[in-house]
């Protein structure tokens, strides 16, 4: 049986949000149809999105129901910069951080090359987090024509944690609305809506045991939106589409489970996360953990993703490296899956400051609720080979 260190990547579903999934396959009806199998469904539709909203504070009519992470960041940052140029011209810079998912990046560019918009790549320090200042500048110099930020409530890649609060606090001060990607962080982190101030926040079911093609963008009721898709006017009208009503049940199950066990999951999790980090140390001892560290401030927050892991091992390449561990029964992943099979660096890395060659060599080890310490000594026990394998067959080609 393999160790599976990738959950970043995606997590076994629950048991829980199985079940409901499954008895909510068995029943028959469109959530907007107006007959008795219509009000049924409909009736499960409102009662998950109740649900989901209560775990996350935030109000049931701020839940738009997605069929992914990916759809709710493209409604977040097409959707906003739209509405805001539909009602000034002169709104079109788009202000993002440079170690943002490709579902936020590639949208704002998707906007510049076909809607006239300006991205403004915010950078980064060494550890990934956004400089604060250099937004502040941003903001300050020409406001009126900001559409809208974006940045995500931690990193996918390096797990750093982002000051989304004081992003919040700083672009209030303009009136310019803000959108956070926290697909990672439901569950590792206290996510809460309305206490965050945030106006658009993207969430996505596979990532805490829900199920895959489900998401969901929280959106503050009077924030404007211009539709991406068009057709039912479904979902206060920005998200048209007959509404997944088993699989929004089974989300909004994972979710609830996920933020009620939030601080044990961080506190068993990150102590294993920590008990990795050492383990890989100790087996490759020129290995580098990249991101925030140690993932523990000193006030008790959470700098960096309990259960996140991404090291850089010199004179290898990540792909090699992914393959041998694979071969070894270790899963693991050489930053976002959603650019698995792309043979270059990671721009979060590039974005941080490493050097090309180096960020090459990058390896994510994410853990999750089923996690345990064999998973650790079985990566320990492998790691070593495969690093000196990849390192040998990187000096041939060379």
């Known amino acids: ?22 008895e909510s396959l068995r029943e028959t009806g469109n959530a907007s149809s107006l007959h008795a199998s219509g009000r049924a469904a409909r009736r499960v539709l409102e009662e998950s999105r109740e649900q989901l909203a209560a775990a996350l504070d935030a ?37 993002v951080s440079a170690v943002e998912h490709h579902a936020v990046l590639d949208p704002a560019f998707w906007l510049a090359e076909h809607a006239g918009a300006q991205v403004v790549l915010l950078e980064v320090d060494a550890e990934g987090r956004l400089d604060l ?14 559409a809208l930020v974006s940045v995500m409530w931690a990193n996918n890649e390096v797990g750093t944690v982002q000051p989304v609060q004081e992003v919040v606090q700083l672009a209030r001060r303009f009136g310019i609305p803000v959108h956070a990607d926290a697909v990672q962080a439901l569950g590792q982190l206290p996510v809460r809506f309305a206490e965050s101030g945030l106006d658009a926040l993207t969430l996505s079911a596979h ?44 989300f909004a199950v994972a979710a609830e489970l996920a933020v009620t066990e939030q601080p044990e999951f961080a506190s068993r999790v990150g102590a294993l996360r920590d008990a990795l980090v050492a383990a890989v140390l100790e087996a490759v001892p020129d290995a580098v953990l990249r991101g925030a560290w ?35 029964g270790v899963e693991c992943s050489t930053g976002s899956a959603c650019q698995a099979g792309v043979p270059q660096p ?5 974005g941080m400051g490493v050097a090309e060659r180096t960020a090459r060599g990058a390896l994510r080890f994410s853990l999750g609720r089923t996690s345990t310490p064999a998973d650790v000594e079985a990566l320990a026990a492998a790691l070593p080979e495969a690093v000196a394998r990849a390192r040998k067959a990187g000096t041939v080609a060379g």
């Open 207 to 250: 990532k805490v045991g829900g199920p895959h093609g489900a998401g969901v963008l929280l959106a503050r009721r009077e924030l404007a939106l211009t539709p991406v898709l068009h057709g039912g006017g479904q979902e206060r009208g920005v998200r048209s589409g007959t509404l997944d009503v088993p699989v929004a049940r089974s």
């Open 294 to 328: 140690p993932g523990t401030a000193e006030d008790g927050s959470l700098v960096r993703l309990p259960a996140n892991a991404l090291f850089t091992f010199e004179g290898c390449e990540g792909d090699s490296l992914l393959y041998l561990l694979d071969a070894a």
């Open 59 to 95: 109000r049931p009519s701020e839940v738009v129901w997605t069929a992914g992470g990916t759809e709710a960041d493209n409604l977040a940052v097409k959707g906003l910069f739209w509405a805001r140029r539909a009602e000034d011209l002169r709104r079109r810079r788009i202000l």
């Open 1 to 22: 049986m393999s160790t599976y260190l990738d959950h970043a990547a995606t997590t076994p579903m629950r048991e829980e949000a199985v079940e409901a999934l499954v």
């Open 133 to 146: 200042e250099a937004l502040a500048a941003e903001l300050a110099e020409n406001p009126e024509e900001i």
């Open 346 to 350: 990671s721009h979060v890395l590039l």
